[in-house]
Antibody, heavy 119, light 106 residues
Framework: EVQLVQSGAEVKEPGESLKISCKGS????????VGWVRQTPGKGLEWMGS????????RYNPSLQGQVTISADKSITTAYLQWSSLRASDTAMYYC????????????WGQGTLVTVSS | DIQMTQSPSSVSASVGDRVIITCRAS??????LAWYQQKPGKAPKFLIY???SLQSGVPSRFSGSGSGTDFTLTISSLQPEDFGIYYC?????????FGQGTKVEI
């Protein structure tokens, strides 16, 4: 059974750094893209980027303008999304998902990680 | 970026009704389109890909059609468990983009 298990909810202050995780199991982790999708009430679902854990090749949404970094550690089948300096506008639910069809679609999803950024 | 526009924004229907949701892309995306269902407090669920291919395990009352810029998701006979928000997503180019969602109420 394919499973993606994400790290727990986070409450941070503006300017702090953060790294959230997504552990995959039940499939060949290095042979499927893993994507990150953000959900906010105002902007709906937004694709942030995807990574190929086999060689860490990654694609980003240009709208993020380098605000986040996606990485993966294939030895522990875990993908990461990290920020060096959080903003209040980063408050959202973040989902990871496996990428079917060479990453075109998102077939299996994690349970989500709620990130709240507030002073 | 390719903009995805769904209509209607919400629909209220009865059990057994046929429900049709439309999704329009701002430029041609061939058949590179997916549909997802999301229930409150849950992650989206993958329903349809390549505009009309049903994901394994998804009930056959769900179907998709379309190509180019205009697509539809049809629920042939609405069931109580079909409530939620439905999203389309284009997979033709980066960045991947989603529609704003259609809320289905029973």
């Amino acid at each position: 059974e394919v499973q993606l298990v994400q790290s727990g909810a986070e409450v941070k202050e503006p300017g702090e750094s953060l790294k959230i995780s997504c552990k995959g199991s039940g499939y060949s982790f290095t042979n499927y893209w893993v994507g990150w999708v953000r959900q906010t009430p105002g902007k709906g679902l937004e694709w942030m980027g995807s990574i190929w854990p086999g060689d860490s090749d990654s694609r980003y949404n240009p709208s993020l303008q380098g605000q986040v970094t996606i990485s993966a550690d294939k030895s522990i089948t875990t993908a990461y999304l990290q920020w060096s300096s959080l903003r209040a506008s980063d408050t959202a639910m973040y989902y990871c998902a496996t990428g079917k069809d060479w990453g075109r679609y998102f077939d299996y999803w994690g349970q989500g990680t709620l990130v709240t950024v507030s002073s | 970026d390719i903009q995805m526009t769904q209509s209607p924004s919400s629909v209220s229907a009865s059990v057994g009704d046929r429900v049709i949701i439309t999704c329009r892309a701002s430029q041609s995306i061939s058949t590179w389109l997916a549909w997802y269902q999301q229930k409150p407090g849950k992650a989206p669920k993958f329903l349809i890909y390549d505009a009309s291919s049903l994901q394994s395990g998804v009930p056959s009352r769900f179907s998709g059609s379309g190509s180019g810029t205009d697509f539809t998701l049809t629920i042939s006979s609405l069931q109580p468990e079909d409530f939620g928000i439905y999203y389309c997503q284009q997979a033709d180019s980066f960045p991947r983009t989603f529609g704003q969602g259609t809320k289905v109420e029973i």
